[in-house]
């Protein structure tokens, strides 16, 4: 192992790209890399972990995907306690209130402790040890410390407040409606003055204690300007209360005219049972919260929490967290694997659905890397950690998944333009309900007047505006996820729905992306083993799985391969070197004719029947003459065929772009069913061809495996990767495919398309309910069939209708992929 002298990337010297400059050769991760040592001074390493063309996990890589070598920083969202669901960048690391639209703050589900385990025993608690072990005392094992747990915190506050709200309210919402039960309106208590004043006894602590967070968050809202439901909720509650409390202690202040029986009509019952009702949505919410973050608790519970560590002296149990890159680790049968790393002892097969998505357990020895929340089967051995905590490939796929379902699809604009005008235009149509009833209403019209207003501000809910685009993301992110489906940002997740075509590569997309060397033929004078060692030789540099099958075929054969300096790659093109003093090319026929090799016409023939099979030729030459052919065989997945059907099924063209030579992609192509092809095109004709279908109209995503897409994976509308496939196409892609099935893409689209029709379903329904509702609590109906809305309904409307755009969100957790 060796640096990148130029981005400081750890990087195998057997299958880095390499180059030489004043007698000194040195290890790149990628071609970037290395154009910028042959063309300037290297500076300092920044050090990191490079993408090194090799897969580790489906995420944003440290290294610099020939673009950049700033690392990409980790966005507050991904680290923070606590956050907003609603209001964007709003994070904290202690529950609370949203500083803008009053929320509860919810916890993130991806948020890991830092602090460390403790041990201690159940019969002597002041035996206390940060690791597992005995009780020197009794000899009892430790049992790990039971940490309080601030998660349901808030639900569990408002769920004590709903049942005290409650059990105070009922009777005072049974005196207000005496006169409707029979036997008990004749009763002259029952409108007398002990009746008011038990209302007023009883509504007091309801509305001051149960409903103190609710005042708290409206006054908060109005000294930050962020009007919000509180604001409305604050105002019109506390509007029934303080009038009520006036209209008891001081009815004199009234006219005549208000009084019914000598007393002044009052409002408790609907005060207090209005704070019933918010409070029991606030519950209702908070436990559908609970629930949106489940895919990513599903995935953190992948991992085991602890790890056998190997040391001298036996196995000792740590906790994950405590496991560090290098560490040798014993995994049992049964057992989940713990992090990222490589068999150094044993072997074994694991179950790596969770990766492949096939039962099929995969055998393992030792040198075969393994995966941290794969299973053990029947087999132990023992692993060396490469990659641990946030590294491994689970902690990516958590850290992607989180800051996705965090992330703004372009139409919440929409719902947020609506809801930056929507408290203060209700507030507006509230002052304008109370002015029309006291100047148009019948008598008492003071007492029509506050009612009506009050039913305006209390039914009006931009919580269900604001909440119906997060929350349909949040959870449609996450189902896409426990499927392999990784979405980088809302923004790709709307943009895949307006797919028209998609553009594929062939190697590692349609194809396994393992190409095996399959023929080895040398003109004549070239013996066989040393034209395969002098090529092979060559390509160990190269990043490409072309060159890994050449590679690989060398060892299969038992060749040995040779030290190469003065080595160059030419993207799309091929690879030139020395090998043994040997100058050796290999690549298309033009590019060889480019370097000034002559006389490819035989070894063209010779290479038609091998294209027409399917298989990639590549010319060889030596000493600046044409030398053979290495053809190498790379098998269409057996998902392929079925996933392109769905694909056609779901209405998308596709089109296959390769560099390959034009016979082997029409053999691919026919048994694909796929019509438009294009051959030998280079990476920089690949974004061009995307640009000419989007020009023409087409909604285009493109999806690819190689650091050659990379180009190409951006200038798509989404582009998708394949999980199988390199850093840097992951990088540049706003999907990835965990599993690199290309059935995965339909997964996807489906996906998009039922998570922005819930989106719409949710912002249709919010809309409506707001848009009918308020005009009916105005008193709209009244003058046509004498109806009005009581605050009450108002505030059960205003409750049910938040829980029933995240219930409607939550469907999206068994929607059919």
């Known amino acids: 192992m060796t640096q990148d002298p130029i981005c400081g990337m750890t990087v195998d ?13 040195a290890y790149f991760c990628c071609e970037h890399c290395r154009e910028k040592f042959l063309s300037q001074a290297a500076p300092s390493p920044a050090g990191g972990s490079c993408c090194g063309g090799k897969p ?6 440290a290294c610099c995907g020939g673009k950049s070598h700033a690392h990409a920083a980790v966005t507050p969202a991904a680290t923070a306690k606590y956050f907003c669901p609603m209001c964007a960048g709003v994070e904290s690391e202690k529950p609370g209130d949203c500083p803008k639209c009053g929320m509860a703050l919810e916890r993130n589900p991806a948020w890991k402790s830092t602090a460390k385990t403790i041990y201690t025993c159940p019969m002597h608690p002041e035996v206390r ?12 094992a430790l049992e790990p410390e039971a940490i309080a747990d601030d998660e349901n915190g808030e639900l569990v506050d408002m769920t004590r407040r709903l049942w005290f709200a409650a059990a105070l309210s009922l009777p005072v919402f049974l005196l207000a409606m005496a006169h409707f039960i029979p036997g008990l309106g004749s009763q002259s208590w029952a409108a007398g003055d002990a009746s008011r004043w038990i209302q007023f006894l009883l509504t007091t602590p309801v509305v001051l204690w ?79 919260h609970s629930r949106t973050g489940s895919a990513i608790k599903a995935l953190l519970n992948l991992a085991p929490p602890t790890a056998r560590q190997v040391v001298p002296g036996g196995d000792n149990i740590v906790q994950l967290g405590q496991v560090k890159v290098g560490d040798w680790l014993r995994v049992v049968p049964g057992d989940k694997i713990p992090v990222d790393g490589v068999l150094v002892e044993g072997h074994s097969s694991v179950g790596e659905s969770m990766i492949t998505g096939e039962p099929v357990p995969v055998e393992k020895s030792t040198g075969d890397p393994v995966t941290a929340g794969t299973v053990n089967g029947t087999g132990s051995f023992v692993m060396r950690a490469e ?5 491994t490939l689970l902690g990516q796929i958590v850290k992607m998944v989180a800051e996705a379902q965090r992330s703004r699809a372009p139409i919440q604009g929409l719902a947020d333009r609506v809801a930056g005008i929507f408290v203060p235009t209700v507030l ?37 505006l604001g909440l119906a685009t997060p929350m349909s993301i949040m959870v449609g992110i996450g189902r896409g996820a426990l499927e392999g489906v990784l979405v980088k940002n809302a923004e790709a997740l709307e943009r895949l729905e307006k797919i028209t075509t998609l553009v594929v590569d062939k190697t590692g997309t349609l194809t396994e992306g393992r190409p095996k060397l399959s023929d080895v033929l040398p003109a004549d004078g070239f013996a066989p083993n040393d034209f395969l060692r002098l090529a092979a030789s060559l390509e160990q540099n190269s990043e490409h799985p072309l060159a890994a099958a050449i590679v690989q075929g060398a060892k299969e054969r038992e060749i040995p391969l040779e030290t190469v300096t003065g080595f160059r790659s030419v993207t799309g093109g091929g690879v030139v070197g020395t090998v043994a003093g040997r100058a050796v090319m290999i690549g298309k026929p033009d590019f060889l004719r480019n370097e000034s090799i002559t006389g490819m016409e035989s070894l063209e023939a010779a290479a038609v029947k091998l294209q027409e099979e399917g298989k990639t030729a590549m010319f060889v030459a030596i000493d600046g003459k044409p030398a053979g052919i290495l053809a190498v065989a790379d098998p269409i997945k057996a998902t392929t065929a079925r996933a392109i059907e769905e694909l056609q099924e779901l209405g998308i063209k596709l089109v296959m772009l390769t560099g390959d030579n034009s016979r082997t992609a029409a053999a691919v192509a026919k048994q694909l069913g796929i019509d438009d092809v294009q051959a030998e095109i280079e990476p920089a004709g690949k974004v061009a061809h995307i640009k000419k279908l989007r020009a023409e109209g087409n909604q285009v995503a ?69 848009a009918l509702g308020i005009p009916v ?41």
């Open 13 to 25: 010297e057997t299958t880095a790209i390499s180059a030489s400059r004043d007698g000194r050769t």
């Open 56 to 61: 580790k996990a489906p995420a944003p890589p």
């Open 129 to 140: 040890q940060d690791h597992p072990g005995d009780c020197p005392k009794c000899g009892m």
């Open 210 to 288: 149960a409903g103190w967070p609710f005042f708290r968050r409206g006054w908060r809202s109005l000294v930050s300007g962020h009007l919000n439901m509180f604001t409305l909720i604050s105002i019109g509650v506390g509007a029934a209360y303080l009038f009520s409390v006036v209209a008891m202690l001081a009815p004199g202040l009234f006219p005549h005219t208000m009084r019914h029986g000598g007393h002044v009509a009052i409002y408790f019952e609907a005060a207090a049972v209005i704070i019933v009702l918010v409070i029991l949505g606030q519950v209702l919410e908070l436990r559908a």
């Open 387 to 391: 990659r641990v905590g946030d590294d």
């Open 428 to 464: 507006v149509v509230s002052v304008l309900t109370f002015i029309l009833w006291m100047w148009l209403g019948p008598e008492p019209k003071l007492a029509y007047a506050i009612v009506n207003a009050v039913a305006v501000l209390i039914i009006a809910c931009p919580c269900a």
């Open 702 to 770: 493109m999806a690819g495996d190689g650091i050659n897409d990379a180009p190409a994976l951006s200038e798509a509308e989404v582009g998708i990767a394949m999980g199988t496939g390199t850093d840097v196409a992951m990088e540049s892609a706003g999907i990835t495919l965990v599993r690199g099935d290309l059935r995965g893409i339909a997964q996807a689209i489906r996906l998009s398309r039922a998570t922005m029709r819930n989106i719409r379903q949710n912002l249709f329904f919010a809309f409506l309910y707001n």
């Open 777 to 817: 609590a105005a008193g709209l109906l009244y003058p046509f069939f004498g109806l009005l809305l009581s605050p009450i309904l108002a505030g059960a409307a205003m409750s049910l209708s938040s829980v029933s755009v995240i219930s409607n969100a939550l469907r999206l957790r068994s929607a059919k992929l």
